[in-house]
């Protein structure tokens, strides 16, 4: 069995999933649209599938990935969910946290999956931060995304664009939401703040920092997870991964009963295992890893660390 999958918005991450649908073995992708219609013919083209009008694609498809900017989330989602398709939507969710649960309450009353894309939740590199011991004991997280700037989405800050991934994978990792949000942050190249750095506080006393920057020097990306028995340091971009604990295989000067396990791990198709978990909620009933609640608590969060920095 295959899943028909229309893709709407094809601009520059909806063309990678228009791509990978055409060549995914459990879909079979039989649409795509965009409001450019040169770029939706030209992706069409590549993808070998037609461009269709909104309305269309989505009676083609028993699926629809929509990929389009932020502000039309909501507006698309509803007309997926209202035509009785399963729905993914890139990440965030929505705009707002009301059209977020508006879409939430509308899939689950449709009995129709509705998977969002925080893609790093299938990364080997969350994989294996995920399976490193010591998870339970952290106390303290502080995760860094940052990259030089690009004249690309824009229309969000950087909070929405960059930072709600490390939003998604501290709470998934916490395993409680915050009950305290602080932020700084500030507008350099866009109409939005183009960084910004947020606190969040948990109920139980833990606490994480978040950085993320679209106008930084070089690209970063790295995650320091400290707790009772050490420390974790990853750096996603080198592929490595350090866990300071006791017992760990490296002797470490100094500090006689604790030691270093270094790990590494194989990058895979984060987009084609996201794409292949949305098929198998979708043809199979397995449970989405990133449910609509899932992007309902990293919105909420974002928002927050946004309405923060507003002050």
């Not at 989505?58 to 990935?65: C, L, T, W």
């Not at 952290?138 to 664009?161: G, I, K, Q, Y």
């Not at 500030?186 to 703040?193: E, G, K, N, W, Y």
Request: proline share 5%; hydrophobic share 55%; aromatic share 4%.
């Amino acid at each position: 069995m295959e899943l028909r999958v229309a893709v709407l918005g094809v601009g520059h991450f909806g063309r990678f999933h228009a791509l990978k649908a055409a060549k995914a073995p459990r879909m079979r992708l039989v649409a795509v649209h965009d409001a450019d219609a040169g770029r939706a013919a030209a992706v069409a083209a590549e993808a070998a599938a037609p461009s269709l009008p909104v309305a269309e694609a989505i009676a083609a498809a028993d699926a629809v990935i929509v990929a389009a900017p932020t502000r039309f989330h909501a507006a698309l989602g509803e007309a997926v969910l209202r035509a009785g398709r399963h729905l993914f939507m890139e990440k965030p969710l929505a705009a707002t946290a009301e059209e977020a649960e508006a879409l939430a309450a509308l899939a689950a009353a449709r009995g129709r999956v509705l998977q969002v894309g925080h893609i790093e939740r299938f990364s080997a590199a969350f994989r294996a931060v995920a399976a490193a011991p010591g998870r339970d004991a952290a106390l303290h997280w502080d995760a860094v995304r940052a990259a030089p700037f690009r004249p690309r989405s824009l229309d969000v800050s950087v909070v929405l664009d960059l930072m709600i991934h490390d939003i998604d994978l501290v709470l998934a990792l916490a395993g409680e939401e915050p009950s305290s949000v602080t932020a700084v942050g500030a507008r350099v190249m866009s109409d939005h703040p183009d960084f910004a750095v947020a606190r969040l506080g948990f109920p139980s006393g833990r606490a994480a920092t978040i950085t993320a920057s679209r106008v930084s020097l070089a690209m970063e990306r790295r995650l320091r997870v400290l707790g009772q028995g050490g420390e974790m340091a990853v750096d996603f971009l080198a592929r490595s991964l350090a866990l300071l604990r006791p017992g760990g295989a490296e002797p470490v000067a100094n500090m006689p009963r604790h030691g270093i396990d270094r790990a590494t791990w194989t990058d895979h198709d984060s987009l084609e295992a996201e794409q292949a978990a949305f098929a198998a909620a979708c043809l199979d009933g397995t449970p989405p890893e990133v449910d609509a609640a899932a992007g309902l608590r990293a919105l909420k969060v974002a928002l927050a660390v946004e309405a923060a920095i507003a002050g």
